[in-house]
């Protein structure tokens, strides 16, 4: 397979293991205040936006040394290849 495209798919999944977790959490705290929401009728912006904010702290939090790690492991294999590309051209 082509180098480049094997970066770009790469690139895809880390993207997606990196934003994925993140985006998951921010729809079920999204779900979960709209339903709070519409059953006590307070439609507040800011009662919306500040759990969505705390949600967002905690598993940047919690998930940081695994995105960390997902980040420096690209990175790595990245440089990687492109020293085998020096290597063969």
Do not use: C, H
């Not at 598993?59 to 940081?64: E, I, M, N, P, S």
Request: glycine letters at 12%; aromatic letters at 6%.
């Amino acid at each position: 397979m082509n180098e480049v495209a094997l970066a770009s798919r790469e690139a895809l999944w880390v993207t997606l293991q990196i934003g994925g977790p993140l985006l998951v959490l921010m729809l079920i705290a999204g779900l979960v205040i709209a339903v709070l929401q519409a059953l006590t009728q307070v439609n507040e912006a800011t009662l919306g936006f500040l759990p969505k904010v705390a949600v967002l702290a905690v598993a940047l939090v919690l998930l940081g040394p695994f995105m960390a790690g997902v980040l420096r492991g690209y990175a790595g294999s990245l440089f990687q290849a492109m020293v085998d590309v020096g290597l063969k051209g």
